[in-house]
């Protein structure tokens, strides 16, 4: 029997989603001592997908998880939802961009240092859905291009509905002396550079800066791609601008925007970077990026001239630390997503702010406009953030728990029903699912639709309960064999509605448990296996970043049983062990291998 308990209403606009993680909160760790979430998007079944890397001294890696729609960590990608990617021809390898294609592959961005030439390169890989490199994009799933000289970054992708994928970062040409521009790049679905786009694949614009960067884009109302980022007055760097370029969607400059395609203003200090950009419906540029003492945004007309309506003089200054996300929403009201000042050592906040389309402080939305979370750990920051198909918004960084910086996620409700979801449970009750929920509060709540489904992505109506009581029953007769998950859809009367945590139920399920001695292990590994029932099991032993190194098959018996593998030929290390039944049931054990 699974049960959740709140205390707070449900669906509060800014307070923290109570069925997502503990209390709206969920961190994931992974081996190494240092993770940080630099990028994050939505699949289509909900899950999301957070992305950064792993930071040491030698060689950082890439490091991916896939979160349920409840927070937990989707075991069906890679190993117990985390993928960890070592590239063996490169070091300082950064995941600063993620994008789920149409036919759910995912693709991530950043940057390489390959070793050879030691040139800071383009690195792009992509995954197929169970977080598998996909061989059929360049090499094994991996690709390198260098566009410029030693210095290169992926910061955004855009996955386009044809199958192309749209890159943006910046490049150092070194042609004729030192410098750094804003890049874009465009891929075929294979991986290799879309000759039709730029020049051989590769666009960029040339300024009078020696340093222009560009860390986000998005496409216009008119399919034009805007650019956001900086652009350095001097050789050091101790003067920048926000900056925008906004080229054609072949790879072309689009000289009609600003001049020569460039905007550029000083929105907070000496040392500004935009970091984020957002079109509204009326097709006017909001920009979000932060600069030595604060935050700060500056909205533009389509055709690239500062919109005085907005804020003061077109600008907006806000209070936080680095990173602010902004997020046109579906009301028109614009949300920035950052991190509250902290002194190092202490807890770090999640800060969200939310504006009206004038520039103006939405008092409405949390505290006077402003939602701050003390996350746990200490040093915590907000590096990305999301909004969902259904509204809510996932903020995703990092924090320190005992010496380790772990991803953190939070989520939030951005929109209002009338109703106070206290429990909902499910149990078995002799052939029966039995599901109970209770409320504290419904005002124009008008039903409940209880849905369900065989793998908690695509769920289907299984019945009705009309609202107005406080405590509510719905028995699934006919439940299905093997795993069932249940939610609720909570619908009012005005039509909006939101959907509860999820509940699942096995029926008729084999037990099959493994537990391994010695762990640590040096020469041989032994097995010993508790089953319900005679099964052929497949045994495989994985390394962290997925590859399997090791297989064999056995039968294993009612009962328990003792078995033992042979690893002496192993490197030592951090390995998984994972037994696969032949209907596809798994058991996973993790082992070190000395």
């Known amino acids: 029997m699974l049960m959740m308990c709140w205390g707070v209403g449900f669906g509060q606009p800014g307070t923290l989603d109570a069925s997502f993680g503990n209390s709206g909160i969920a961190t994931v760790a992974f081996d190494s001592s240092s993770t940080e979430a630099y990028c994050s998007a939505q699949q289509a079944d909900g899950k999301s997908i957070i992305a950064g890397s792993s930071i040491d001294s030698v060689k950082n890696k890439f490091v991916i998880s896939r979160l349920n729609v409840d927070g937990t960590l989707d075991s069906s ?29 995912i693709v ?38 260098n566009p410029g000289y030693r210095f290169s970054s992926i910061q955004r992708i855009i996955a386009k509905p044809n199958g192309k994928i749209l890159v943006c970062g910046f490049d150092d040409p070194r042609t004729p002396t030192y410098s750094i521009r804003m890049c874009l790049g465009q891929y075929n679905s294979n991986g290799t550079l879309d000759s039709s786009f730029g020049i051989n694949g590769i666009a960029n614009i040339v300024t009078p800066y020696i340093d222009t960067r560009s860390y986000a884009m998005v496409f216009t109302s008119q399919n034009k791609i ?8 001097d050789g050091n760097c101790q003067n920048a601008d926000f900056a925008i370029v906004r080229f054609l969607n072949n790879g072309l400059v689009d000289s009609t925007f600003g001049t020569n395609g460039l905007v550029s203003a000083n929105v907070i200090d000496s040392v500004d970077g935009g970091c984020s950009v957002a079109i509204q419906s009326d097709d006017k540029i909001v920009m979000a990026g932060f600069g030595n003492s ?87 920051s907000g590096q990305t953030s999301l909004i969902q198909t259904d509204g809510k918004i996932v903020v995703a960084g990092n924090t320190t728990i005992n010496s380790k910086s772990n991803f953190v996620i939070a989520r939030y409700n951005l929109t209002t029903l009338p109703l106070h979801l206290l429990t909902f449970t499910a149990k078995r009750a002799n052939n029966t699912n039995l599901l109970n929920w209770t409320t504290a509060q419904e005002v124009n709540t008008d039903r409940f639709e209880i849905e369900r489904s065989s793998n908690s992505r695509e769920f289907s109506k299984l019945g009705v309960v009309k609202a107005g009581n406080t405590t509510y029953t719905f028995t699934d007769n006919n439940p299905l064999k093997g795993v069932n998950y249940y939610r609720l859809k909570m619908m009012d009367k005005d039509g909006q509605f939101t959907y509860s ?21 040096h020469n041989k590994l032994q097995l010993q296996i508790e089953s319900d029932k005679k099964v052929a099991l497949k045994m495989d032993i994985i390394t962290q970043d997925g590859k399997v190194v ?45």
């Open 77 to 105: 990608f890679g190993i117990f939802g985390k993928k960890t990617l070592n590239f063996p021809i490169s070091i300082n390898n950064y995941a600063n961009a993620v994008a789920i294609q149409t036919d759910g592959k």
């Open 108 to 145: 991530i961005g950043g940057s390489g240092k390959e070793q050879t030439t030691f040139s800071q390169q383009f690195l792009l890989i992509r995954l197929n859905i169970t977080g598998s490199l996909d061989s059929t994009f360049g090499n094994d799933g991996v690709v390198y291009t």
């Open 226 to 233: 805007l650019l956001a980022g900086r652009v350095c007055l």
């Open 294 to 380: 604060s935050l700060g945004m500056i909205r533009y007309k389509p055709d690239g001239i500062t919109d005085s309506t907005f804020g003061i003089n077109g600008k907006v200054l806000m209070n936080g630390v680095a990173f602010p996300q902004i997020h046109i929403l579906s009301n028109g009201k614009i949300l920035v997503t950052t991190t509250e000042s902290h002194v190092p050592g202490t807890p770090g906040n999640f800060k969200l702010i939310e504006y009206n389309n004038d520039g103006t402080i939405n008092n409405g939305f949390g505290n006077i406009g402003t939602v701050v979370t003390t996350l746990p750990g200490i040093n915590a």
């Open 501 to 521: 945590p999820i509940r699942s139920l096995t029926i008729n399920n084999s037990q099959l448990t493994i537990a391994i001695f010695p762990n640590p292990a």
């Open 550 to 594: 090791l297989s064999s098959n056995i039968s294993a018996v009612e009962g328990s049983m003792l078995h033992s593998i042979n690893i002496a030929a192993l490197q030592s290390g951090t390995y998984f062990l994972r037994a696969t039944s032949g209907n596809g049931e798994q058991s996973v054990v993790k082992f070190e291998k000395l």
